[in-house]
């Protein structure tokens, strides 16, 4: 199985040697920092159980290169452990799961470096752990955001959230943007890259726009001041739905107001709209909402911002 599906995958890989170590061995290029990601994705929770073998391999793979993205790195490796019912490591599950890896590793540049693979009675458990590389010292952070920074939103917010409820409708087929924004998200790394130099701080929206605000605001000690009219939002949703959707992976970072124009041109390059949707102050509160909300004009409060860990 190993020789079959997941070798092939590490043929660019030299560290990895063809997968018959127990470990690879790898070597940045000079002048570079590793920026290391993991994360776990696990059937019923991450991605619906009867979510088809291409689901589950590019949604694992891509919120991984998402969380790269945010930091403005390239891809380079990643490992994979997977965890899951015998099943699972049949030809019918395991060939389009494979596929679709190679197919993303093709699109952005990353390949398999090892992994480990384990049977058990239970739902599906794939760990990515991704690694990326930048310019020493130009890797974007939560924690730069600075008095009088614009702040802006990539893409539209709620699309993957509509996706989710169309598939819990049993919708399943077709082309609707939003289900595939909710089965196959597409990871900003061409955005965070050309980012370096001009954001202040970033991060990737997984847990949804107001609740992932909140946590770059903590980060940085800033308030944000957010009108609900400028935030590009899916239309088929009530907006205190569409802020609180998780999954978008779309980028949330600030900029001084110098770089208006610079942002601009990156965003036309690259066909993706980068919204300027509010401000940050530099006053915090730790115990008070970082987030300053605005709707006609007048404060408002939503109740459940965003998806909770814990």
Not at 5 to 16: E, I, N, Q
Request: charged share 15%; aromatic share 8%.
């Amino acid at each position: 199985m190993i020789w079959q599906y997941f070798a092939p995958l590490s043929r660019s890989c030299a560290g990895a040697r063809g997968l018959r170590d127990d470990a690879a061995c790898l070597t940045p290029p000079l002048g570079h920092q590793i920026v290391i990601t993991t994360d776990g994705n696990i059937g019923g929770v991450h991605f619906p159980l009867n979510a088809p073998p291409w689901v589950m391999a590019h949604r694992s793979l891509a919120v991984n290169l998402s969380d790269l993205a945010a930091m403005g790195a390239r891809p380079w490796v990643y490992s994979l452990s997977l965890s899951a019912p015998a099943s699972f490591f049949s030809e019918q599950v395991l060939a389009p799961f494979c596929r679709t890896l190679g197919h993303l590793q093709q699109d952005y540049g990353i390949t398999l470096s090892g992994g480990d693979t384990t049977v058990y009675n239970g739902p599906p458990h794939i760990h990515i752990t991704a690694l990326g590389l930048v310019p020493r010292g130009q890797a974007l952070h939560r924690d730069g955001a600075r008095d009088g920074d614009d702040l802006y939103v990539s893409g539209r917010i709620g699309d993957a959230g509509r996706g989710l409820r169309l598939w819990q409708a049993g919708q399943r087929e077709g082309q609707d943007s939003d289900l595939l924004a909710y089965l196959a998200p597409t990871p900003r790394l061409a955005l965070g890259q050309g980012l370096r130099g001009l954001a202040s701080a970033c991060m990737d929206i997984s847990d949804g726009f107001l609740g992932d605000l909140g946590h770059l605001c903590h980060a940085s000690h800033v308030t944000a001041h957010v009108n609900v009219e400028d935030i590009p939002l899916n239309p088929h949703l009530p907006w205190q739905d569409a802020i609180g959707c998780g999954d978008d992976y779309e980028l949330l970072f600030t900029a001084p107001p110098q770089h208006r124009g610079a942002i601009a041109r990156l965003g036309a390059g690259l066909n993706l709209p980068l919204t300027r949707v509010g401000y940050i102050e530099g006053i915090y509160e730790p115990f008070l909402q970082p987030v300053a909300l605005k709707h006609g004009g007048l404060p408002v409060t939503v109740s459940a911002p965003s998806f909770r860990h814990f």
